[in-house]
């Protein structure tokens, strides 16, 4: 129950992208199919770098926010009291941040209509991170072992799959030539529009567990989850 509420204050990391990285989906999706490798390269450099300065920004401040709130909501644990709170939380925040930088790779299979290899990668990811998750479980080890568990799984599996794709699609790169503000801030108006979608999609789902446990405990999240 613990490990759900905390979890849950996680994927409210997600928004820290401001919707740049569904709207960059669409964008360089456009590009390719009109033959634009540059110009989806560009769009592509550039978002990966801005949604990472977000990213990490949001991973400086939000471990540390999250455990005050917990705080100010009186929740009280054994296992999560303090800077162990704060440590949980950022590595989760950086599982975020990496599942994140996986998403603008899958984004770029998809604008080159290759949905199905992308679905699997990131299928792949999820099974290997199901393998350790349960290794470290049956090693009995604690939560802080389990978060680094993903935190590694999800490390491996982004370099791979950026050595792949850069290998099957040399537009997708990281360098800073093609790096511009002005592609990033055309699409803004999209990422707003992602961004109030993911807020609602995420108030519907995992605010309820969020509030929950919150308000009483983790006892009864373990029962809403579960039921």
């Not at 100010?72 to 009291?81: E, K, V």
């Not at 992308?118 to 072992?145: D, H, I, Q, S, Y």
Request: a positive charge.
């Amino acid at each position: 129950g613990e490990w759900l509420i905390l979890n849950s204050l996680c994927t409210y990391f997600f928004l820290s992208d401001l919707g740049f990285t569904a709207a960059v989906a669409n964008e360089t999706a456009v590009r390719i199919s009109r033959n634009d490798s540059r110009g989806a390269s560009k769009v592509f450099q550039s978002n990966f770098y801005l949604t990472l300065l977000l990213s990490i920004v949001a991973l400086i401040l939000f471990p540390s926010l999250g455990a005050k709130l917990l705080t100010l909501a009186g929740w009280h644990s054994a296992l999560f009291n303090g800077y162990r709170a704060i440590i949980l939380l950022g590595l989760l925040c950086l599982h975020a941040l990496l599942s994140q930088r996986t998403g603008l790779l899958y984004d770029a299979y998809r604008a080159e209509g290759e949905l199905a290899k992308g679905t699997m990668w990131n299928n792949g990811f999820r099974l290997f991170e199901f393998f350790l998750l349960c290794t470290v479980v049956t090693l009995k080890g604690g939560p802080l072992a389990a978060a680094l568990a993903l935190v590694f799984a999800r490390g491996i599996g982004f370099a791979l799959m950026t050595r792949a794709v850069k290998h099957s699609h040399p537009w997708v790169c990281w360098g800073l030539k093609e790096v511009s503000l002005r592609p990033a801030l055309e699409l803004k108006r999209p990422g707003l529009a992602f961004t109030l979608i993911a807020i609602g999609e995420q108030l519907r789902s995992g605010g309820v567990v969020t509030v929950l446990g919150l308000i009483m405990g983790p006892v009864p999240v373990v029962i809403f989850s579960t039921a």
